[in-house]
Every structure is written in C-alpha cells, then in structure tokens.
C-alpha cells in the first residue's frame, strides 16, 4: 500500500474544503451523519476547517440503532448543530406512490437518495454545500448509489482508501468505537459493507493500489499478496462493472 504523509494530507484536505466554500460564496456545509467512520471524519475535516459554526450534521435513519446514537456521539463531541429526520415515513410514502413492492436493493437505494434530497434541500435553503463522505476504495469498485450517497458538490474523502481513511480518522481523534465498528450503509439488519462487496477492506485496498494505481497485472498482483488469481480478478470486475457510476451521463456526438 502507498504511504502517505497524514500531516500532509490533512492539510490539504482542510484546506481544500476551506477554499471550495469561499469560491462559492457559500456560509458553510452540511454533511449527512450516518455514525460510520467516513462521515465522522469528514464531519471532523469540515470543523477543522470551517469551524462548528458553519456546519450542519443530518442523522437521517430509517430504522433505529446503534448507528444513530453514534452519529448524535460525533455532533456532539464536536459541538455542531445536529438534526435527526427519520426517512422512514419519506421512503414509505414513496413506495406506496410506486404502486409496487421494492426489492430489498432497490430499496435501498431509494432510501439513500431520500438522504441525498434532504442534505441539498437544507444546503439551498442555507446557501450551504453538501460534502460527500465517498472514499477511494467505494469510488474505485461502484459500492455507491448512483445520485444518492455518490452526489455531492464536494467529496473530501474520494482520494483516500478507505484503510487511509482509518488512519485519518485517528489522527483527527474520532471516537475510538466508530473507528473500531464495523462498516456498513445502514440499509437493512446486518448489513455490512464487506459482506456485499466479498472482501474486507484491507485487502481490497491492497488489490486496488496496484491494480489501478500501479497497473500490476493480475498474476504479479496474486503472486505479491499471495492470494487466488480469482481474487483480483473479482475487483477487477468490480471496477470495470461500475465505470458508468463514476461519469456524468454521456451521449452519441455528431
């Protein structure tokens, strides 16, 4: 995996987040809270480069757990407004428009661009920012919803792997038990992110330096990390799979 100067990029994160603001002419940036470790970090990076006062956290759950009290852990710790909508009411009137039973996918990601439509509806009434909390590793294999969690106007996380975004996390002093928590999207009762993508991050990371990063070919790569050419061949179709996730709609040219 690469090194990384985390001083560094911290930085550069913060000051990213502080110049994009200014250019807009924004007053600050909301950020949807899930109680996972990539919206706390980036709920952190924002503060640190913001200050509380210019950012809002959302906490929009569909089911109550352990989840939420997690994200209510991160606004306060860092002392930043904090509203809790329940999506639950949104999704089902929605479905019930629909005339039909969602399968537990589509659902899903009916639920996670419910989130998206609350954070830019609080983002214009406040002349505010919405910041994504994808990361590289997220990104790089298509575990995103397509204009839902993967739209925003800003995704300070988008450049660092997620095994990156652990080591952030603990340098910016995030709550030892989201760090320490399993990832998930919070979809459905035990869902966890590693589960759906079958792999664990560490490694998916590992594969996805030297598969995108370095270009390895996919037998060197397996003789490296000393796994099944099987392996990087499933990441590798992760990626391909999910090209049309990271462009904007295309078109024929004439």
Known sequence: MRTLNYGEALEKITGFISRKV????AEGVVVGISGGIDSATTAYLAVRALGKG????????????????????????????????SIKPIVSAFVESLGFQLD????????????????YAHANQMNRL????????ELLTGYFTKWGDGASDYAPLINLYKT?????????GVPGRIIEKKPTAGLWEGQTDEDELGISYR??????W??????MPRDRIAEELGIGAETVEHVERLVKESEHKRRLPLGPSF
């Open 54 to 85: 210019r950012v809002l956290g959302l906490i929009m759950p569909y089911y109550a757990n352990g989840d939420v009290e997690d994200a209510k852990l991160v606004c306060e710790s860092l002392g930043i407004e904090c509203r809790l909508i």
């Open 104 to 119: 537990k996918k589509t659902l899903g990601n009916v639920m996670v661009r419910t989130r998206m439509v609350l954070l």
């Open 203 to 208: 490694l998916l990371d590992e594969i996805l």
């Open 210 to 215: 030297r598969l995108v990063d370095l270009k």
């Open 22 to 25: 200014e250019e807009a002419g």
């Open 130 to 137: 919405v910041l994504g909390t994808s990361n590289r590793s």
């Open 164 to 172: 990156e975004v652990w080591e952030m996390a603990k340098l910016l």
